[in-house]
């Protein structure tokens, strides 16, 4: 169980799983959008998708919790 | 038959020469850079078109008369543009990077080591003092200010010294990431800086209260443009003057950015910008960038030796101080290095401080040079 | 002293005294705004 929490204050632009979806480490699970820039945000460990706590075009800020994997 | 040949001579051909092609062709090769490239558009291709204009046979830039040569009179010859530019950058420019973590701004100033590599590599060159210092402050890569500086010290040198330094500009995501590969340890690039605290609103507003009386009193010549840049910097984080800010960051900022783009345009007519002068502009612009990104790297290393937190070398690199791009490159290279290494916010703090650096370096020479 | 030295020493020198000393100030006001904003926070509370 792992949240992943979001590393730099930008805006979500996609958001590239669902719940319930089974992700790897280091596969991308959102990008965000900070300074023009497309970042992914990759999962730190493996894990299945339990919440995704974001919506495509939110702000967020550093810390914040992105999505939810256990 | 006489009426042709009046014709003829009321008409402009016969006062074209070589050059003023070879200029057309440099001002359409800008023209395509900016629209098929992308290449800093909004202000290579105002001044694209501003050599076009001067390369016409026109009275356009006659002293006391042509219409760009007003523009320019006012607007650059007096200074007013370059720190109406800053007010806008104030407006647009988010210190908080730098409040949280003021150590970076020591980063913003090692950049300006590169100015002065350029200004003794100028001065080598056979290029008088004054001319060394604008062609140096190039690498501080700041358009605004390389225009101040040589509307101070030398006004010749404006037109070409703005287009090397914007045209460079767009190349830094091109000339710094081999410099700093070569300046760095994968082990170093893979260092993970500790995010950044949370800065509060009342930080804001004082910042750019305290940095404007600071420099000024020490650098009293930076005064046109960090006055105006940190008034734009208030106007934004007091949060009560939203109209103002936005005005300054956008519609003042576009309104100027036109008579800027196409007045610097129109200072290089085929006359001054054929000499084999330009060519050597041109080979100590790409030195300065690449110098600038070295020197903020290695100040960057020298503050690991003290900090027991370490810093990422490659933020030094963002010390070069055209925003945001030499951010997004440090950020970049970091991330080849580590992916789950997020730089971009860490390297913004050199990055905004190295405006400051480059207002401040442009302040001393003005100081001593004039 | 040559006039490029003197214009080297003094500018190189200058931009990190103002930075240095920029860096010193903003962590007194950060500081200050600080404890403004605490105080407040009581005071409200």
Request: hydrophobic share 55%; net charge neutral; proline share 5%.
């Amino acid at each position: 169980m792992a949240n992943i929490e979001c590393p730099m204050s930008g805006k979500v632009w996609k958001i590239l799983v669902k719940v319930g979806d089974t992700v790897a480490e280091d596969d991308e699970v959102i990008i965000l959008e900070a300074l023009k820039m497309e970042n992914p945000i990759y999962a730190p460990e493996d894990g299945v998708v339990k919440e995704i706590s974001v919506k495509e075009g939110q702000q967020v800020t550093e810390g914040d919790v992105l999505v939810v994997l256990e | 038959m006489e009426l042709l040949q009046g014709m003829w001579t009321s008409m402009a051909f016969d006062n074209l020469y070589w050059g003023n092609f070879v200029m057309w062709t440099i001002a359409l090769t800008f023209v395509y850079l900016a629209i098929k490239k992308g290449f800093e558009p909004l202000l290579l291709l105002p001044i694209a078109f501003g050599i076009l204009l001067v390369n016409l046979p026109s009275e356009i830039m006659t002293p006391g008369e042509g219409l760009l040569w007003r523009f320019y009179h006012y607007g650059e010859e007096w200074a007013i543009i370059p720190p109406l530019i800053f007010l806008g950058i104030g407006a647009m420019t988010d210190f908080g990077p730098v409040i949280a973590n003021p150590k970076t701004l020591l980063l913003g100033a090692g950049a300006q080591g590169g100015v002065y590599v350029t200004f003794f590599g100028a001065l080598a060159l056979g290029f008088d003092i004054n001319q060394a210092a604008v062609i140096g402050i190039i690498g501080g890569a700041d358009g605004p200010t390389t225009i101040f500086l040589a509307s101070k010290l030398a006004p010749e040198m404006m037109g070409i010294c703005a287009v090397a330094a914007y045209s460079y500009m767009a190349l830094v995501p091109v000339i710094q990431p081999p410099v700093m590969k070569l300046l760095t340890t994968e082990a170093q690039r893979k260092i993970r800086m500790k995010s950044l605290r949370k800065v509060s609103k009342l930080e804001k507003i004082f910042f750019p209260i305290i940095t404007v009386i600071v420099i000024t009193l020490v650098v009293p010549d930076a005064a046109a443009l960090m006055g105006m840049f940190c008034f734009g910097n208030l106007l934004r984080e007091s949060g009560v003057v939203d109209r103002l800010s936005l005005t300054a960051q956008n519609e003042l900022m576009n309104i100027v950015t036109i008579f800027l783009g196409i007045s610097v345009g129109a200072t290089m007519p085929a006359e001054v910008f054929l000499s084999p002068k330009v060519l050597g502009v041109f080979a100590l612009g790409s030195i300065a960038f690449a110098s600038a990104t070295a020197t903020g790297i290695g100040l960057a290393h020298l503050m690991n030796l003290f900090l027991k937190e370490k810093i990422n070398p490659l933020i030094g690199a963002a010390g070069v101080s055209a925003v945001p791009m030499a951010a997004r490159v440090a950020h970049k290279v970091g991330s080849e290095a580590d992916k789950k290494n997020y730089l971009l916010m860490h390297a913004m703090g050199p990055n905004v401080a190295g405006v400051i650096g480059t207002a401040v370096a442009a302040g001393m020479f003005i100081s001593v040079l004039k | 002293m040559s006039l490029p030295l003197t214009t080297f020493i003094s500018g190189i020198s200058g931009v990190f005294i103002v930075m240095t000393f920029l860096l010193i100030m903003i962590k007194l006001s950060s500081k200050l705004a600080i404890a403004l904003e605490k105080k407040q926070e009581k005071q409200e509370s």
